[in-house]
């Protein structure tokens, strides 16, 4: 075989498509191999530059080869669809990485370490069991509207609610059995929910980096814990800027012949870190307004003129910025005595 420059490898569960090339850019792999045989490929193969497409299992798959000596690089899926030619298959995928991969102004996605990885699987799981325990509460919410019982708002509401469900004779004997097995559901929801948390704080105090996002205003254990396992690299980033159009939090541009067009946000990159975001900056306007607080000026003239869920996207852009600052320079946030809106990195 000829002296391989590069190759995109197009990952699967059993079947895995290689494209390679060589120095001169000619063709000169074409091939697919199942899971046991691309191991032993790259086992034997001298190192060599591969790219793989960004997902769940491609970190795996670069910790595997960088072990063989290779250098792996990853790329997001809507920077190597550019590079597909016509038609959708893994041959026609396997190439676009490969040439994707050579472009000098492409940018990579960091490999994660099996430890950051085993760290999100934490914030994954409390998000499916709060949707779990949502799900759940507006089920049993449902169920005792059917019998004309309504309960107050808010998730602490909702073992009153059980309790007078369980209370109430005049209920059927099987609609109170099964409230009760919804009750024992949701007590086993609250508990699962509370352990993890627990990990979840105790990871956040351990990292010192975390701690330093938790002084922000609008972001707190669980927001600093996100930013800090989602951005294992901020230094990537050349600006706080580039740091929060990755987030989603940027309007999208539109601008044609000298006239510039903003448009909504992007709503580009991880949907939860953009949640908590912008939910942490809706509270910090809340506390601001019930408080009477000085509210920087810059905000106050944006929520004169636009509604308050537009001026908190614009604080979390902010809140997004001071964060991807003391992460790149290991400062802390110092809080500036005055309006709200928001202080500067010390």
């Given amino acids: 075989m000829e002296q391989i420059s590069r190759i995109g490898m197009d990952t699967s569960k059993h079947l895995f498509q290689l494209h390679g090339v060589d120095a001169a850019e000619k063709p000169v792999l074409r091939r697919t191999l199942r899971r046991r ?4 490929f790259f086992e034997r193969l001298a190192p060599t530059r591969v790219a793989i497409e960004a997902c769940g299992a491609s970190h795996h798959w670069a910790r595997l080869l960088r072990g063989f000596g290779h250098e792996v690089q990853l790329i997001a899926p809507q920077l190597v669809k550019p590079y597909v030619k016509r038609g959708k298959n893994d041959a026609a995928d396997a190439e676009a990485l490969c ?9 990579f996605v960091p490999v994660k370490t099996a430890e950051q990885q085993a760290a999100l699987m934490l914030v994954k799981l409390r998000d499916r069991l709060i949707r779990n325990r949502t799900q759940l509460v507006n089920a049993i919410r449902g169920y005792a509207a059917e019998f004309g019982i309504a ?23 099987l609609a109170r059995e099964l409230f009760a097995m919804q009750a024992g559901e949701y007590a086993q929801v609250q508990a699962k929910i509370a352990v993890v948390e627990a990990k979840l704080l105790a990871w956040h105090r351990a990292d010192p980096c975390s701690q330093r996002l938790a002084g922000v205003p609008g972001i707190g254990p669980i927001g600093a814990t996100m930013l800090t396992m989602k ?8 600006s706080g800027r580039q740091f929060a159009a990755w987030i989603g939090l940027t309007p999208k541009d539109h601008s044609t012949a000298g006239k510039a067009r903003p448009g909504v946000i992007t709503r580009a990159g991880d949907e939860g870190l953009r949640s908590v975001l912008v939910v942490g900056a809706t509270a910090v306007i809340r506390h601001a307004q019930r408080s009477q607080a000085r509210v920087a ?15 908190a996207v614009a604080l979390a852009n902010k809140i997004a910025r001071i964060a991807w600052k003391l992460m790149v320079s290991g400062e802390h946030y110092a809080a500036r005595v005055g309006p709200v809106g928001l202080g500067a990195a010390a």
């Fill in 37 to 40: 045989d691309m191991i032993t």
């Fill in 99 to 107: 040439e994707a991969m050579s472009r000098p102004t492409m940018r």
């Fill in 151 to 173: 309960g107050a708002k808010g998730i602490a509401h909702v073992t009153t609610l059980l309790a007078r469900l369980q209370a109430d004779v005049t209920l059927p004997a």
């Fill in 231 to 238: 951005t294992p690299a901020p230094e990537a980033f050349r």
């Fill in 297 to 311: 000026p810059w905000l106050v003239k944006l929520l004169k003129r636009k509604p308050p869920k537009l001026a």
